[in-house]
């Protein structure tokens, strides 16, 4: 029994990484939010709602500070089976990449990264639970409000700072409808480029993004059930 709920979490629990694990190039056009203070996002598991992803974007002086709360859990015939939360913080300088730190807590294991962007080396320093060292300017880090992640060829997880080589496809243009309310979107596909890692461990997400504005507004993937996010509240 405790043998097959090992192996029924680890087969939710793997995915999820990649899904809260991208963003933030260290040049990137993060000027395209300015007009935004917060975006909500409702998370879904074979359609049934089961946690949040929220950001706040708070500016001063130039600078501006993106401000992560992730939470969900799943449970069965009324237990909860795992239980989810993050925080993260990620700082910009006259819209240049500054530093990113995140706690999370999965299923009571902690993870963490801090990452910093050395100016005099031109590159990003990774501090976390899964990689220490350095890494190129030009991955990404995160999670997917940021949309210059389409451009990079490798990401760093968000929760532990290991690095993620990855491949992006553009799918088309697509309309789409959350909560009644219709999108124009630009549809992409983030699968891992790496073919030697396990199938367990390899990304493959869809995500959409408006056309007009660029903010992420779903992402779905499928493994051991459906998940979706789709975008709830803009302000």
Excluded: C
Aim: aromatic share 16%; hydrophobic share 35%; net charge positive.
């Amino acid at each position: 029994m405790i043998f097959h709920l090992t192996k029924f979490l680890k087969k939710i629990f793997l995915p999820i990484i990649f899904i809260f694990s991208i963003y933030s190039n260290t040049f990137s056009h993060v000027e395209h939010y300015s007009n935004y203070n917060k975006i909500e996002y409702d998370l879904y598991r074979n359609n049934n709602l089961i946690g949040f992803h929220n950001f706040d974007f708070l500016r001063s002086e130039g600078n501006l500070t993106v401000k992560s709360h992730v939470e969900f859990k799943i449970t069965k015939l009324g237990i909860d089976l795992y239980r989810y939360k993050a925080v993260s913080e990620e700082n910009y300088q006259n819209m240049k990449f500054l530093s990113f730190e995140s706690k999370t807590n999965q299923n009571k294991k902690e993870k963490y990264v801090n990452i910093a962007f050395d100016k005099d080396k031109n590159e990003l320093l990774i501090d976390g639970s899964s990689y220490k060292g350095p890494a190129s300017k030009d991955f990404i880090v995160g999670t997917w409000w940021n949309h210059e992640i389409v451009k990079a060829k490798a990401q760093i997880s968000a929760i532990s700072g290991r690095i993620i080589k990855q491949k992006v496809t553009f799918i088309g243009k697509e309309k789409i409808n959350i909560n009644g309310k219709e999108y124009q979107t630009l549809h992409f596909n983030f699968a891992s480029s790496d073919k030697d890692l396990p199938k367990e461990k390899k990304l493959n997400t869809d995500i959409w993004y408006d056309e007009k504005s660029l903010i992420w507004v779903k992402a779905a993937f499928d493994k051991t059930g459906y998940w979706e996010y789709r975008i709830k509240n803009v302000q």
